[in-house]
């Protein structure tokens, strides 16, 4: 693990380094990851509310404004990763719109936070993709600002978790590491916790990677690195189930061949058409992706112009208002 600097180091250099009125800073990570929790012991509050159960409770992008020492910092919470109700691009689209308008806004990010959880076992395939999509937001520029922090210690023990670290480090986490990422072992304190915020203040602000494709060079959603990734799962998650169906099919006839078992067919044919709706519905929500992300995007502008108007605010403190920024001191 990299290690962090003083935070008599930190404040000393912090203000010739951050630009903007606010620190920016995303959380990201898989659904459990503890994104929210980790935000409210930053701040010392509840501003977060925090799931109890197995699905995610953010469905959205939520900001929270929190002043310490003299200077505003902005947390930005995300949907989960691997999300029991919204799906990798429905998450991928919520965070890219909230990255674009930023950007747009001419806002840029000092931090952003990837978490994973020590107690999680093994790699899962899923969590293998999610680092392929973040390391594509980030960009090799992006990833300078990033600290992997693995979370849920209390769930391990220190030896095996301590391995699980070393594993990541050295294979997993390794080309964002050369980088220039920072990686963390987070127990959950709050000192801890603002150890990883100071880390952040050493950096400088910047564009990731998704944000300088979407604003400047204008690419449509699916068109971005990351957007590829995603289109990639999405078009591998169709030809599993399109060769699943095969297999169904084989299976009926063989079922005609040996002995007719209308029972049996009946249920494989139940499968056939709930294999047929899901390729059916991937497809199509595949195909409309990028004008559905247009859409919602044209929608968060309407909503910051309106806001700005008649609030007479500026159009950045509108943004904040709409992603529900609010303030804890």
């Not at 950007?103 to 395939?125: A, D, K, T, W």
């Not at 968060?300 to 806001?307: G, Q, S, T, V």
């Amino acid at each position: 693990m990299k290690k962090f600097k003083s935070v008599k180091d930190v404040f000393k250099k912090k203000d010739e380094l951050i630009e903007g009125p606010e620190v920016v800073i995303v959380v990201v990570g898989e659904t459990g990851s503890g994104k929210s929790t980790l935000i409210n012991t930053i701040t010392g509050s509840s501003a977060v509310k925090i799931g109890s159960g197995l699905g995610s409770l953010t469905k959205k992008v939520e900001a929270v404004k929190w002043q310490h020492d003299g200077r505003i910092f902005v947390l930005v919470d995300t949907p989960g990763f691997d999300d029991t109700e919204l799906s990798e691009e429905e998450v991928f689209s919520r965070i890219a719109q909230f990255l674009q308008l930023l950007y747009e806004q001419r806002i840029l990010v000092n931090g952003i936070i990837y978490l994973h959880p020590i107690s999680n076992i093994r790699m899962r395939g899923s969590s293998i993709q999610m680092l392929r999509l973040f390391k594509q937001l980030c960009g090799s520029n992006g990833l300078r600002n990033a600290i992997l922090v693995t979370t849920m210690w209390n769930r391990v023990e220190s030896k095996e978790g301590l391995s699980r670290q070393k594993r990541l480090e050295e294979d997993y986490w390794k080309p964002m590491i050369e980088h220039g990422s920072h990686t963390y072992a987070y127990r959950g304190s709050q000192a801890e916790a603002h150890e990883i915020i100071n880390q952040i203040l050493l950096n400088q602000s910047t564009v990731l990677q998704i944000q300088r494709e979407l604003v400047d060079q204008k690419r449509k959603l699916l068109q971005t690195e990351a957007g590829q990734v995603v289109d990639a799962d999405l078009a591998s998650s169709i030809n599993r189930m399109q060769e699943r169906l095969k297999q169904l099919h084989n299976l009926i006839d063989e079922t005609h061949q040996d002995a007719p078992d209308k029972l049996a067919e009946s249920e494989i044919n139940e499968d056939v058409k709930e294999y047929l709706s899901g390729i059916k519905t991937m497809e199509a929500n595949r195909a409309r992706l990028d004008d559905d992300y247009a859409k919602a995007l044209h929608a968060l502008r309407e909503k910051i112009r309106a806001l700005s108007q008649v609030q007479q605010i500026s159009n950045t403190d509108a943004l904040w208002a709409v992603f529900g920024a609010q303030q804890e001191s």
